[in-house]
């Protein structure tokens, strides 16, 4: 095995194209590992526990392209770096194919686009904040797909933003819905009078889809960044996303999508929706006390799939027993399915193990199944005392969220790249002990284009390896999206049952089934 | 004064640092969108980059 390396000097690209080149280089004949990475020191110290951090690579700057390959012999590694060059080539080639000016800076892309109005900012956090700073200052609102933008920077920026009318959207904002276009991670949805503050990415995505799925539809979607509502930031984007959605005239529902605010932004929120908002509020704090959201005066929800069936009735001019039904309706369905897969299982199949790629998607099934099950295990779990010892080992009943920065380091989010969930799917299916996988689906823009083809398979080879130990697994799947997006919905929704998954209407029936499924067999804490 | 509210009023067009995937989805939609050739400032040397914040004032 040799590991050889060589660095492009001076050579940028986004870290999504390198980690997928990387990716297909590492599915080469004769490699074992390739990195293709920006020579940053996080990435450099990424290389350094892989074992690929060579010395000519220590000089290197923010701006220098590094290439490593470990394989079984120089040449094949000379073959990879070649193959590695094309994947880079034919990249580089595509945006330049469309023969569109790219300015160097916000400053020639404003004399190109002079009324541009927003700007989306996704390089490296510690770039992030200043290029930010120089768009407000333009008069530009914000959409900060960057993390680890210093707290005093967001705080800044949030500041400015606020004294001149503008929106900042982020840090570590996923997704948002303005004026109809989908930016970042976001669904496909219909134009409609809800509109949407969120601090939740993956939370937002799922209100706005089971709305679009109800046939109602969104004004506006504006993401925060889960930061803004903890006491540092104080919700100042929050407070400034719904005034902004009560000025709006084809806005006539508002829903508020977040984990538990701190305190004192839960009573800033509670403080203006009696002042100032005139239109219905449904707010959903998960896991918070649902009597802090009435005693506000808004409707208040139990899970992400309750907010936006309140909310489609609502838009729908339907009355609010309208969507008590269907959950009830729901409710029974789940527990009939759950009868029926408790019945095929072998003895000792009595666990769940959940694998999402969604942060908000994963809480919610915890807050979900607890009530059910009783506490389960984790990487991020409600209750610290349930938390891995180690997150790549599941133990009873574990939820893990794939895309917490353990699993993330040196790879594409598993939204988009399925290769680390689909190895724990097979784990996970030879663990005598587990009777359901719950997996959860996130279509949109932003996240991988053919998640059925990527997915069904796994699913298939899992059900094999159980199916030849005498064992059945259940799977169940959500699907957050809709039949608009990009990837279709419908069309996943039969790829993944034809693969013998069952596929719920919200995450929150999946995580319900499989907890009654578990509660059933005795798995229950 | 300008507000947030006004945005919505408008047509969005959108600059793009970073991820071209962003650009390329909002082309898909239909959106106004141009890409900025980003690269780190001052090569990523963070020493440079710092002296030059201290330069322009910053």
Redesign the interface.
């Known amino acids: 095995m040799v590991v050889k390396g060589i660095i492009k000097k001076g050579e940028y690209y986004d870290s999504v194209t390198l980690m997928l080149v990387a990716r297909d280089a590492t599915k080469l004949d004769g490699v074992e590992d390739a990195a293709v990475v920006m020579g940053t020191g996080q990435n450099k110290s990424i290389l350094e526990t892989s074992g690929m951090l060579l010395d000519m690579f220590k000089d290197a700057t923010d701006s220098d392209l590094l290439i490593a390959v470990k394989a079984k012999d120089e040449r094949t590694a000379e073959e990879a770096f070649a193959k590695i060059d094309e994947m880079l080539k034919a990249k580089r080639a595509k945006t330049q194919e469309a023969g569109e000016y790219m300015p160097k800076s916000l400053e020639g892309a404003l004399e190109f686009m002079p009324d541009a109005n927003m700007v989306i900012i996704s390089v490296a956090g510690k770039y992030a904040g200043d290029e930010a700073m120089k768009a407000l200052e333009h008069g530009l609102h914000v959409m900060l797909f960057s993390d680890n933008v210093p707290l005093e920077k967001e705080i800044e920026l949030k500041k400015y933003a606020r004294d001149n009318g503008l929106l900042v959207m982020g840090p570590d904002c996923g997704t948002a819905i303005i004026n109809g276009a989908p930016l970042c991670f976001a669904n496909v949805v219909n134009r409609g009078k809800i509109g949407i503050v969120a601090a939740s990415g993956t939370g937002l995505q799922e209100v706005s889809s089971v709305i679009t799925n109800e046939g109602a539809g969104i004004s506006q979607a504006i993401g925060t960044g889960g930061r803004d509502v903890k006491k540092d930031v104080g919700g100042i984007m929050f407070i400034e996303g719904m005034k902004a959605l009560e000025e709006d005239p084809e806005t006539n529902y508002i829903v508020l999508v977040s984990k538990p605010p701190h305190p004192e932004v839960l009573e800033k929120v509670a403080n203006l929706i009696k002042s100032e908002i005139k239109k219905p509020v449904v707010g959903i704090f998960l896991g918070g006390d649902p009597d802090v959201v009435k005693s506000a005066g808004a409707i208040p929800a139990s899970t992400l799939e309750e907010a936006g069936l309140i909310a489609a009735s609502l838009a729908k001019g339907k009355s609010l027993d309208d969507f008590k039904k269907l959950l009830e309706e729901r409710e029974k369905e789940i527990l009939e399915i759950a009868d029926r897969e408790s019945k095929n299982k072998k003895d000792g199949q009595k666990f769940v193990r959940g694998l999402y790629t969604g942060g908000t998607l994963c809480d919610e099934a915890m807050l979900l199944s607890r009530k059910i099950i009783g506490e389960v295990y984790g990487n991020a779990p409600l209750n610290p005392e349930f938390k891995l010892k180690d997150s790549w080992i599941s133990q009873e009943n574990t939820f893990v969220d794939l895309g917490e920065d353990e699993f993330t380091v040196g790879r594409p989010h598993p939204m988009i790249d399925f290769t680390l969930r689909n190895k724990k799917i097979l784990e996970e299916a030879k663990d005598p002990s587990v009777a359901v996988i719950l997996l959860d689906v996130v279509l949109g823009y932003g996240s991988n284009m053919t998640p059925g083809d990527e997915l069904a398979p796994a699913i298939k080879e899992a059900r094999e390896i159980a199916k030849k130990d005498g064992r059945n697994i259940t799977f169940v799947c959500s699907i957050t999206g809709t039949d608009k997006d990009p990837q279709d919905r419908k069309k996943v929704k039969k790829q993944l049952e034809d693969a013998g998954a069952i596929v719920m209407p919200s995450n929150a029936a999946a995580a319900k089934l499989a907890s009654y499924i578990v509660k059933n067999l005795g798995g229950a804490r | 004064?300008?507000?947030?509210?006004?945005?919505?009023k408008?047509?969005?067009?959108?600059?793009?640092?970073?991820?071209?995937?962003?650009k390329e989805?909002?082309d898909?939609?239909g959106?106004?969108v141009?890409?900025?050739?980003?690269?780190?400032?001052a090569?990523?040397?963070e020493e440079v980059m710092d002296a030059l914040k201290k330069l322009l004032g910053?």
């Not at chain 2, 004064?1 to 919505?8: H, T």
């Not at chain 2, 408008?10 to 962003?22: A, P």
């Open positions: 004064m300008r507000k947030i509210s006004d945005l919505f408008q047509e969005l067009k959108v600059i793009n640092i970073g991820l071209l995937s962003f989805s909002l898909d939609v959106v106004k141009i890409q900025v050739d980003w690269r780190p400032p090569g990523g040397d910053k």
